[in-house]
């Protein structure tokens, strides 16, 4: 028989990922066409976006494809992880987007403190 403890221990770990993953579905919203120009995070998000982008160079007749990576970061840019979430479509878009993660660290720094975000997902 489970105890009530366990029963809400699973409650709180449940409830703590779906917020992590509705911090994460909020912040992939703010690289996309419609982003929420209002949250802190958002001159941020895109100061990274920008600077990863300068760092990707394409492999040539491949400017169409997209896919999603996941970056951790500590405070000071310093990127700790990342994960390709969704191919690009080809093993040299994919090798490209992580070579352009490599020489994008660190990533900038936030203006405001409170718009640090240590956990995104990145949309290429």
């Given at each position: 028989m489970i105890s009530r403890a366990a029963i809400f221990v699973f409650m709180l770990i449940t409830a703590a990922a779906q917020a992590q993953s509705?911090?994460?579905?909020?912040?992939?919203?703010?690289?996309?066409?419609?982003?929420?120009?209002?949250?802190?995070?958002?001159?941020?998000?895109?100061?990274?976006?920008?600077?990863?982008?300068?760092?990707?160079?394409?492999?040539?007749?491949?400017?169409?494809?997209?896919?999603?990576?996941?970056?951790?970061?500590?405070?000071?840019?310093?990127?700790?992880?990342?994960?390709l979430l969704e191919s690009c479509g080809s093993d040299a878009l994919d090798r490209s987007v992580k070579q352009a993660i490599l020489a994008a660290d660190p990533l900038p720094r936030p203006r405001r403190r409170d718009a640090f975000v240590p956990e995104l997902i990145i949309a290429f």
């Open positions: 509705g911090q994460s579905q909020a912040l992939e919203k703010a690289l996309r066409a419609d982003p929420d120009t209002t949250s802190p995070q958002h001159d941020y998000i895109q100061a990274i976006r920008e600077h990863l982008q300068r760092h990707w160079q394409r492999p040539s007749g491949q400017d169409t494809a997209s896919c999603r990576v996941r970056l951790e970061q500590r405070r000071g840019g310093h990127i700790v992880a990342f994960e």
